[in-house]
């Protein structure tokens, strides 16, 4: 597959990041349909330029305007949406159902003890979550969002999971002093509930993080 915003900005130097990735998007929509219509890969590239109005001869510029032009009228929340808060809240959704799926079916987690202290691990859960992490990225990928927005999508799980740590933590110190707080029962917390999920999570999102090898247009 091409890398369309690799494309974009050879012939937009000038254009802003949300420009680029809003024109990527519309010559992938057209290359996929092109595609799936059976057309080798120099036919559907050549077929996309085509369609765009970008044939040889034609200005990229009279495309990104009439993009600019459906961004200002959509609002800079559609693709922040698209891109980040709705895969975010599609991998939190499936691991949490993950998770009470895993206790309603009874599975018993692994008890680890540590220094006096038992860790609860589930082994099973963690072990789906990388199918979690995957579709959070992808679906951001999809949108042409950042590495940086993808990669905060399919850890979505894990992040949300260490702001509660971070919030709950001084409330704790408040009520119950240091006898709630030890660098133990904290650094096992961090290791069951935010480290082991989120490096699960980023195993699934690794693939997504790459961008399309890009292929030249036809010449």
Known sequence: MPDWKKLVRQNLPAADQEVVAEVASHLEETYDLASSCGCSTEAALELTLRQAGLEAGKDWRVLA??????????G??????????????????????????????????RLVW??????TLYWPWLATLPVFGAIGASLSRRAHASVLTRLTAGLS???IMLTVMLIVLPWGLVLDGLHFFT???FGLGLANWVALP??????????FLREPQAIGPPR
């Open 65 to 74: 305007k009439q993009i600019r032009r459906s961004i200002s009228q959509e």
């Open 76 to 109: 800079p929340m559609n693709h922040r949406t698209s891109s980040l808060w709705f895969p975010a809240l599609l991998t939190l959704l499936g691991a949490s159902v993950s998770l009470m799926a895993t206790q309603i079916l009874g599975v018993q987690p």
């Open 114 to 119: 540590v220094r006096g202290m038992g860790v």
């Open 157 to 159: 799980p894990a992040l």
């Open 183 to 185: 660098l133990v029962s």
């Open 198 to 207: 989120a490096f699960a999570l980023f195993l699934g999102a690794l693939p």
